[in-house]
């Protein structure tokens, strides 16, 4: 990994962050209208960590930057156990948590596929595409590419997922004012539920940084565990309070993994490393 002085993470979340509110400024100028302008700077914004990432390696003009960047990139390689970790712990806990939910009195009808997989109403395709293909490629590039590894550089694994997962969430909020969009979905059903998403999102970075790092940094891996993921949530008719226990179940998963493998969460940050 590159030493820390070649990363910078207050510009890249800056950067990030700031440009993900552009797509409500037409919510506020026109409520009512609007939509389709909206749809398409969230895509550009989706881009943007992508682009950010791109350009900061880059403009690094550091050749084992890049090079680093490419090798991570192109790293297919994946062990079996983190392979089955990646395919098997979604579809598994949702099952599982669609089970537990039946004992609270939710439809056995959860367990059917979904008659519809968009995540936007009124775009089925792209409503597809994005969560499926778009976004974990797009987002990954620049997540894992360059954001994760700048936190990395200066604190230890937990306190990067910890610190990610909280800016993971601010970089989500404008999509809560997108009509139709998911994260606007849930804010209508009820408060509790916009609660569980932003928990799950700590949840979600503690483990995928965990594969990831125990991958050897492959951004493959990450971008096929966040595809998984994303299916995972819409290839179902789950329903939302089971979403509730899915997250339940993932806290306890990382739990576990967090006390099983805590040196490799709580040891030193790569700078303090690489200056021993």
Known sequence: MPPAHAYHPVWFYL??????????????????????MQLSLLFFVLCVPCITALAMIYASHNEMFIQDFWQRLLLFKISPAYLAVILLLLPCTIFLATG???????????????????????????GIALPLLLAPIIEELGWRGYGVDSLRAYFNLFSTSMLFGLLWGVWHLPTFFIKGYY???????????????????????????????KTDRSIPAV?????????????????????CIVTVLLCVVTIIVIVYDSGFFFGHSVMSMTQK
């Open 15 to 36: 950067i990030t962050i700031l440009i993900a509110f552009v797509p409500i400024v037409p919510h506020f100028i026109n409520p009512k209208g609007g939509q389709q």
């Open 183 to 213: 994260q606007n979905q849930l804010w209508h059903l009820g408060i509790i539920y916009v609660i569980n998403f932003f928990v799950s999102l700590f949840v979600v970075a503690i483990l995928m940084n965990w594969v990831y790092y």
């Open 100 to 126: 537990l939910s039946l004992l609270f009195g939710c439809s056995t009808n959860q367990f059917s596929i979904a008659s519809e997989f968009s995540v936007m109403k009124g775009w089925p395709i792209l």
């Open 223 to 243: 971008i096929l565990f966040h595809s998984v993921l994303n299916l995972s949530s819409i290839l179902f008719k789950t329903e939302p309070f089971t979403k």
